[in-house]
């Protein structure tokens, strides 16, 4: 691909390893990019749940944070593991895992001795049972074509009684262009239809993918994968953000959530 191609946007279909794959290009080649964008909004060690700026010293959807101390948890799309650097300031034993190699590298540039594990979601490389808790942060889960996999690795690494806490897009705003102004708030394309986003390459190779899901997909999903949903959290753009993050802004935050964040527990 030529460094001046201009991917093409499209909607097709894109199964489970042909979305990885493009994932994992993307972030490596993004990486640096996306870490200078947002990282001071993300704090190199805060635990901000998405765009809205929710952070988990107040939202406390791991539970009470003097909780946390001493558990095992595993952060799942984890970026440079900025939240997993702050469990690790509560006390607990994070491990950070992603896809993306730049993604880690990150992670290493900033510090904290927070252990980094490069692989998939999909197939976790850890024992059955190996943490308490596992949360993610907006990782992995926009971007896989079957969360029901990842979810089901999810609760095989959990022990019995773990929680398992991850925020994505809300699922309304893939009727709407993804624009953080006016033209972000007409209706331009059928909640309902689940074909997935994908830029492709001229060789038709995707180069990047988004998976929709309605609310409903997702419930049945988390149900699905054996777990309890006990709380779905649907963050409300504070005053103080002025911030815009793509399509999050605070003109759309004030009309139409952008972020769901669902609090699942095993028995
Ligand atoms: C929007 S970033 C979120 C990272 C971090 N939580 C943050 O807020 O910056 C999404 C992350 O998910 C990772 N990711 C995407 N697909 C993945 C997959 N299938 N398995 C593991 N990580 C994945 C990407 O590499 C990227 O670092």
Known sequence: ???EY????????AGYTESSRASRGWWDRNADDYQVDHGSFLGDDRFVWGPEGLDEVEAELLGPAED???????????????????LAGQGARPVALDLSHRQLQHGLRIGGGIPLVQADAGVLPFRDGSFDLACSAYGAIPFVADPVKV????????????????STTHPIRWAFPDEPGPEGLTVSASYFDRTPYVEQDEEGNATYVEHHRTLGDRVRDVV??????VDLVEPQWPAWNTSEWG?????????IPGST??????D
């Open 1 to 3: 691909m030529s460094e």
């Open 6 to 13: 201009e991917p093409e946007a499209t909607r097709r279909d």
């Open 68 to 86: 946390l101390k001493g558990l095992d948890i595993l952060e799942i799309g984890a970026g440079a593991a900025q939240c997993s650097r702050w």
């Open 151 to 166: 979810f089901r690795e999810v609760r095989r690494v959990l022990r019995p009684g773990g929680r398992w806490v991850f």
């Open 224 to 229: 699905a994968s054996g777990f309890r949903l």
């Open 247 to 255: 399509g999050w802004s605070p003109l759309r935050g004030n009309l």
């Open 261 to 266: 964040i669902f609090v699942c527990e095993r």
